[in-house]
């Protein structure tokens, strides 16, 4: 029932957009906001450290002025300056030559119990608001756990076994970067834009990884004008055991926010393992069609966003296949995996 509420809710926020002038980005409510002071309770917020950076001090620079440049934020100068207490007597006093560290603290104010999905082996949070677990369907993509947002917003969740593969490929997050970057190039040159990228640790030294874009979809060929404007966000979290994945699409809502705060919040409880047997890989848990690419372990979203709305706006306008013609390289891409119910 719920998958049907779910569709229905779907198709008329697609008709109503589909009615709509030319989209172009609107401004969005941020959902978890980064955090850079707090009110001292950190049982409060979820704690994540950016990637460290040497910055050397040049002639003119201030704490403000540095701080602007490294995060866009020159109201962060006290986080640099309490990074760098034993070489900065005064913040008003740096020289150039000075080698400071960059590494900052971010918080994202937790939301509170209830927690999203729980088993005896992990457990994470939704964002703020309404987010029924369910499944959801377009096509040929599908999801088997899904929290449900409201009108176009979706977060389907993989939770798997880690892999040493994936590790390793994410290790060199930079390469990853630039995999991904050729490939949204290669695949999708007039669809993708604002493609941007994060890592980050835990406090528990636990890796998160995040990617995203914005998917441009043309409406002339479903008889509308214009473009509709999907973003997307994919986060990775590498517990000790554990690779949970988050993919993420919205319109018109803070998307990478809420898969930010959900990747951040997965935790993992080793005490749920009997007899030291460590494996989720049978609950059935799955994001598919699955299409390869090369970083390894990472969810390819480009095409699972392509043919969900493809499929959805095909629906909701009456435009047939045959219509579409460009669609049809996704289909000999995509590898559809059998699956069954959710255990």
């Known amino acids: 029932m719920e998958f049907l509420k779910k569709t229905c809710c779907l198709v008329s926020s697609s008709l109503l957009l589909a009615a709509l002038p030319p989209l172009t980005a609107a401004a969005q409510n941020p959902v978890c906001p980064f955090l850079y002071e707090t009110d001292g309770n950190s049982d409060s917020y979820i704690r994540l450290l950016e990637d460290a950076q040497d910055y050397e001090v040049q002639p003119g620079d201030s704490l403000w002025k540095i701080a602007e440049e490294l995060w866009n934020d020159g109201g962060r100068y006290p986080a640099l300056y309490a990074d760098n207490r034993s070489q900065i007597g005064n913040p008003d006093l740096i020289y150039p030559g000075m080698i400071l560290q960059t590494a900052g603290s971010a918080y994202l104010e937790k939301q509170g119990p209830p927690t999203a999905f729980s088993t005896p082996q992990y457990c994470f949070d939704s964002p703020p608001g309404s987010w029924p677990v369910g499944t959801t369907e377009s096509g040929e993509a599908w999801a088997n756990l899904v929290l449900l947002g409201s009108g176009i917003s979706d977060i389907a969740c993989l939770v798997q076994d880690k892999e040493p593969a ?178």
């Open 166 to 343: 994936t590790v390793q490929a994410l290790q060199n997050w930079e390469n990853c970067t630039l995999q991904i970057q050729d490939y949204a190039a290669e695949q999708y040159p007039d669809s993708v834009t604002n493609l941007a990228f994060e890592r980050y640790r835990s406090t528990k030294n636990e890796d998160i990884y995040l990617y995203s874009y914005t998917f441009l979809i043309d409406m002339e060929p479903y008889q509308q004008e214009g473009e509709l404007e999907i973003d997307v966000c994919v986060g990775m979290k590498l517990t000790e055991h554990l690779q949970a994945q988050f993919v993420g699409f919205g319109s018109r809502y803070d998307i990478h926010g809420a898969v930010r705060y959900v990747t951040a919040s997965f935790e993992e409880n080793p005490e749920g393992y009997a007899d030291g047997f460590v494996s989720v890989n049978d609950s059935n848990m799955q994001i598919t069609p699955v299409s390869e690419w090369d970083v390894h372990g990472l969810y390819n979203a480009f095409p699972w966003i392509d043919e969900y709305f493809s499929a959805l706006l095909r629906e909701v306008t009456g435009t047939p296949d045959s219509d579409i013609s460009e669609k049809e390289r996704l289909l000999h891409e995509l590898h559809a995996v059998e699956i069954g119910p959710l255990e």
